[in-house]
């Protein structure tokens, strides 16, 4: 599709990497169709580095994931923003949500919630637990039980998985996911956020948590998350290789063939920069694969055979 025109100019993308290793492909494809979605709509995109689960990340790996997306030339705008630094912007969010009394400390335990068949029943809610050494809970007030994506159409989610009170600081004290995406992406003003269909269940927590804070809701897109086989995402544990950073234009073809987007062969470009250019005027957003997944299997050094994978 022709981008919606209703954004030029105010459109404001991310791509929010963890920094848990270097990129590979399939951090590259989502790194890939956010930067398309916003250039094709003459908007911004921002890169966030998401460090706030420090036992996770790997020392080096936001400065390699930074030098990689330049070789890819895939240039943000503005500062490159690092969770680590941000904790008095999500403690604020925590203290307003405390004062409303919509947060509670909860201590129930894995094992304690597996025996309630999965999914935690709220049962702390009315304890008046200490906050320290517990887990902190926010009040589910605005069930989304489904919502549209931009290209995955319909997701429905199990109401008691919509109801459920979730974890927005950790037990260890570390905030969680679910709060600081929602907290950067408010702050940061993102309006479009593209990225991989792994993240497309907890995107419902993420709406009812813009809903909470009442703000507005920014448009979901999902592209198929790049899995070895199905059900299994790409990523340091399965050996996904890094990508190469010395001969971007291979992988990059690939990235943009994974993305369905319209390429000539390879040989028709004298750079990366001149087919990264090309994708972006050429960039058609109804060409984006409507599947959850795509297997990639590597046929030879930096070339690659895609297998949708339906549901
Ligand atoms: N940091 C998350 C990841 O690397 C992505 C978060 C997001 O895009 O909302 O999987």
Redesign the pocket.
Known sequence: MSPNAEYFGSYRGRF???PSGPLHFGSLVAALASYLDAKAHHGQWLVRI?DIDTPRMIDGADSDILATLDAYGLHWDGTVVYQSQRHALYQDTLNTLNKLGLVYPCQCTRKEIKAMGGLYDNRCRNKSLPQSQNAIRIEQHFPITGFNDAIQGRVDIPPSLAHEDYIIRRRDGLFAYQLV?VVDDIEQGITH?V?GAD?LEPTARQISLFNQLKQSVPFYSHVPLAVAKPGFKLSKQNHAPAINKTNPMPTLHAALRFLGQPVDSLENYDSSKALLQHAVQNYDFNRLPKVPEIQVRPTAEDSFEFIPVHR
Do not use: K
């Open positions: 929010a990497p963890s998401e995406v956020i990225r993240l």
